[in-house]
């Protein structure tokens, strides 16, 4: 009766998650721990294509949540190879490296800029230890736009401090403030 009772409660929640036809966005669920920009990749390809990544665990997951999950992303991955024609998923997956990759030597073309390391320290000692964050809404193909935030404990909150735009094509590293 209790596995009955689970299955029917993990079939709403599932339900609740799937896709319907006003929305049209895709989700596919995951579970455990993951990186930063790996994550920021996977929603950069995935608004191409109306697809959501929606984490359901963090890493101590059940067998039977790993079997769910397995499920209702195995049926994601159908629908969407019906749109989008067979194997797409491994074509998704090569894209989101492919964007990690991008990601990171935009990271890299950042943190080498003169210009960067200069606001960064001058942001450190006014108002305490920078972080910077790729911003997802902004970035295109050969565009990525980071920004930069110090966390103000007075408000518990991350306050925007200065942005920078990486182009990859020309290599370079422009300061917005």
């Not at 790996?38 to 294509?49: D, P, R």
């Not at 024609?85 to 073309?109: C, M, N, P, T």
Request: hydrophobic fraction near 35%; charge should be positive; proline fraction near 1%.
């Amino acid at each position: 009766m209790r596995k009955l009772l689970f299955i029917s409660i993990l079939c709403n929640c599932l339900q609740s998650f799937s896709q319907s036809k006003e929305e049209i966005q895709y989700r596919f669920l995951r579970y455990g721990l993951t990186d930063y920009y790996y994550e920021m990749s996977v929603e950069l390809v995935g608004n191409k294509y109306n697809i959501e990544s929606y984490a359901v665990a963090g890493c101590m997951v059940s067998k039977k949540l790993v079997d769910s999950v397995s499920i209702e992303n195995e049926r994601m991955w159908k629908i969407m190879d019906s749109i989008h024609g067979d194997g797409f998923e491994k074509r998704f997956r090569r894209e989101v490296i492919a964007q990690y990759k991008l990601i990171h030597e935009s990271e890299d073309i950042l943190e080498s800029n003169p210009d960067f390391k200069q606001l960064l320290r001058k942001t450190k000692r006014k108002f305490g230890i920078p972080a910077h964050f790729l911003d997802s809404v902004a970035s295109e193909r050969n565009t990525y736009l980071w920004y930069v935030s110090t966390y103000d404990k007075e408000n518990y909150k991350y306050v925007q401090r200065f942005r920078a735009e990486v182009d990859l094509e020309k290599r370079t590293c422009k300061i917005i403030e």
